[in-house]
């Protein structure tokens, strides 16, 4: 069996939506921002209110790769261990054997990651950057493809312990899955009337539709779609301006500018062009650098929100021709 190539790969991964729409509607922008990850080897973190089908949406997409996929519900007494695995003594041996956690894995959905205190996020950062679990000194490598997608209520609510900035710098994007619209609501209450069950996906005839060879040839596509000097200046000019922001305590890290470079050229090649525009990088600004910036205590008493403060640096900052 050949190769995929770039083009039949770009098929591929846009068949994704089809098969998700099939148990997740209304969610268009988040389900955009989970292919873009996977383009990237980046990480996504999803947020909204319980019950918008945050854990659905990842179960959705595992059921449309064909990757192995494992899930932690992230609860108040979860370990470290219970993430990334450790060492287990076998009597019959005498020796100390490891046990590799559900980090292992192409697709691991980290369900209501802010329900765990610091120490076991903070388990996941090695994992998240360099690819790898470190246990008793020894690294060991995680498969490729990797990708965390982790769902989270707003911090506001009950119970949950807010990601501390390196955590959330380890996403590259944060997705905002909003109350849907009345007609959306309609339509999946129909669905749900019609029979559909969410705990069965292959029952709601999700079938895998993409796999890690598709991936691959769409990442070495995506590497090389165009990039202008302008509008790597561009990117620049926007995350300084973040910096410079009275409404910010802290702008957006170099770390959070290469993030926009590398969304950008993703959706790029998504939408069928080798080369990057000014659109593109609008695109993905607020997805890619909502959570890498800290607003000042008296912005949030006014009602300002990132989202608004970014808007604004986008609508400010000159656009390259």
């Not at 939506?17 to 973190?45: F, M, N, P, S, Y």
């Not at 996020?121 to 490729?144: C, H, I, N, Y």
């Not at 301006?241 to 170099?254: D, I, N």
Request: charge should be negative; hydrophobic fraction near 45%; charged fraction near 20%.
């Amino acid at each position: 069996m050949s190769a995929p190539t770039a083009d039949s790969a770009r098929t591929s991964l846009e068949a994704l939506r089809t098969e998700i729409a099939k148990a997740v509607v209304g969610q268009d922008a988040a389900v955009t921002g989970l292919v873009v990850a996977l383009l990237c080897r980046g990480h996504v973190l999803l947020e909204g209110v319980p019950g918008v089908a945050k854990t659905l949406l990842v179960r959705a997409l595992a059921a449309s790769l064909q990757l192995e996929t494992k899930r932690v519900q992230f609860t108040p007494d979860l370990m470290p261990g219970d993430v990334t695995g450790s060492l287990v003594y076998d009597a019959r041996t005498a020796e100390f054997s490891f046990q590799p956690g559900p980090v292992f894995t192409n697709l691991l959905i980290a369900d209501e990651i802010n329900r765990t205190p610091p120490k076991t996020q903070a388990s996941l950062l090695e994992a998240m950057e360099e690819r790898q679990v470190s246990v008793d000194g020894t690294p060991r490598l995680l498969p490729d493809p990797f990708l965390v997608a982790a769902t989270q209520n707003p911090v506001e609510y009950e119970g949950t312990y807010p990601l501390p900035e390196a955590q959330l710098d380890r996403f590259l994007l944060k997705l905002i899955l909003p109350l849907p619209s009345r007609a959306t609501e309609i339509d999946v209450l129909t669905r749900h009337a019609e029979g559909f069950n969410p705990r069965d996906l292959a029952g709601a005839g999700l079938r895998p539709v993409a796999g890690a060879d598709d991936l691959e040839a769409a990442r070495s596509a995506v590497a090389k779609t165009s990039v202008s000097p302008e509008i790597t200046g561009y990117i620049v000019d926007l995350c300084r301006a973040t910096r410079e922001s009275p409404s910010f305590t802290l702008g957006v890290s170099p770390r959070g500018a290469t993030a926009l470079l590398a969304t950008s050229r993703a959706w790029a090649w998504l939408t069928g062009r080798d080369y990057v525009t000014p659109d593109d990088v609008k695109a993905l600004a607020l997805p890619t650098l909502r959570h890498r910036v800290q607003l000042r205590p008296e912005a949030e008493m006014e009602g300002v929100t990132a989202d608004s403060v970014i808007t604004a640096i986008l609508a400010h900052v000159p656009v390259p021709r």
